[in-house]
């Protein structure tokens, strides 16, 4: 039986209390257990959505993802909870940007971990995957790249700079709660402070898309076996988490970019009240609470 699924690229975000990995579900849902519990059907239609899933290939991918599910309930949902224990203590005394740098590096190794448990899965999606399908994966990155252009690179650096304190201030708000226009303009100031380069992240994305789709194709063209395919896979997905690491002519903007981002985290964290900080600390127990229920929840 031949499966798949393309590997999501990594990516840095704003590190430290933001990479909880459901934070995007949550944000569009009052309750992280209803967005956990409803996690499996939104990873297929996403899948679904990139490639466009055939009949055959829809009822073993849904197989696939309640099995990864039920793996990920049982070993890696006590360990978030650590996680959140710990940012707890960090906003209590006051994190370092080391502690930023170390919450960041903890979450990006379990999201690795994540994507390497899901290597034979994503070997069979990959051997299964139809010409057709992967001119339908290779249209929906065209879109998002679109999509991406569209609301980041619109007007000159000021709007630029304005939307992406805007999306920050989205998630600090969700943490936080709501923000004084004195806090306001402090954050802005050290969004702005963040290195701006669009078309920088925009041939970043293209080079990870062109990546996967040589990757598929290869896969297809040499009608590598399921050992071959997890091994291209692999480096395919090592590759993509040590870009950033790696020596080159970009280093030097990805450290800035993300030692701006943890500064960023840092003057929120400094300026705010002690209401706004019960605000977060009240959130995180409230995502300890849910993922001691999940994990003990044996569906």
Same mark, same amino acid.
């Given at each position: 039986m031949q499966k798949s699924n393309m590997p999501p690229a990594g990516r840095r975000t704003l590190s430290g209390l933001f990479l909880i990995v459901l934070m995007v579900l949550l944000a569009a849902c009052s309750s992280l257990r209803m967005a956990y519990n409803h996690g499996d059907a939104l990873l297929y239609w996403w899948i679904d959505g990139y490639i466009d899933l055939t009949s055959e290939q829809k009822g073993w991918v849904k197989k696939d993802i309640d099995e990864l599910f039920r793996w990920h309930r049982k070993t890696q949902l006590h360990d978030y909870t650590q996680i959140l224990q710990s940012a707890q203590r960090q906003l209590a005394a006051g994190p370092t940007a080391a502690d930023l740098q170390n919450d960041y590096d903890d979450i990006k190794n379990r999201t690795q971990l994540l994507l390497f448990k899901a290597l034979p899965e994503l070997a069979d999606l990959a051997r299964s995957l139809q010409p057709e399908q992967i001119a339908t994966l290779e249209r929906k990155f065209a879109a998002n790249n679109a999509e991406f252009r569209k609301k980041n690179m619109k007007g000159d650096r000021e709007a630029q700079q304005k939307f992406r304190y805007q999306k920050s201030m989205e998630q600090f708000e969700l943490w936080f709660g709501n923000f004084t226009s004195e806090q306001e303009a402090q954050i802005r100031k050290a969004s702005d402070a963040r290195p701006l380069d669009n078309e920088l992240w925009l041939d970043e994305r293209q080079r990870r898309q062109k990546a996967i789709l040589a990757a598929v194709r290869k896969i297809q063209h040499d009608k590598l076996n399921k050992e071959a395919t997890m091994a291209v896979l692999h480096t395919l997905i090592k590759d @993509?988490? +040590?870009? !950033? =690491? #790696?020596?080159?002519?970009? /280093?030097?903007?990805?450290? &800035? &970019? =993300?030692?701006? @981002? $943890?500064?960023? $985290?840092?003057?929120? $964290?400094? $300026?705010?009240?002690?209401?706004? /900080?019960?605000? &977060? @600390? /009240?959130? !995180? #127990?409230?995502?300890? +609470?849910?993922? @001691?229920?999940?994990?003990?929840? #044996?569906?």
């Open positions: @993509n988490f +040590d870009r !950033m =690491e #790696q020596p080159s002519d970009r /280093k030097a903007f990805f450290d &800035a &970019a =993300e030692a701006a @981002n $943890i500064q960023l $985290i840092l003057t929120v $964290i400094h $300026i705010a009240t002690p209401a706004q /900080k019960a605000h &977060a @600390n /009240k959130r !995180m #127990q409230g995502w300890i +609470d849910d993922f @001691n229920s999940l994990a003990a929840d #044996q569906r």
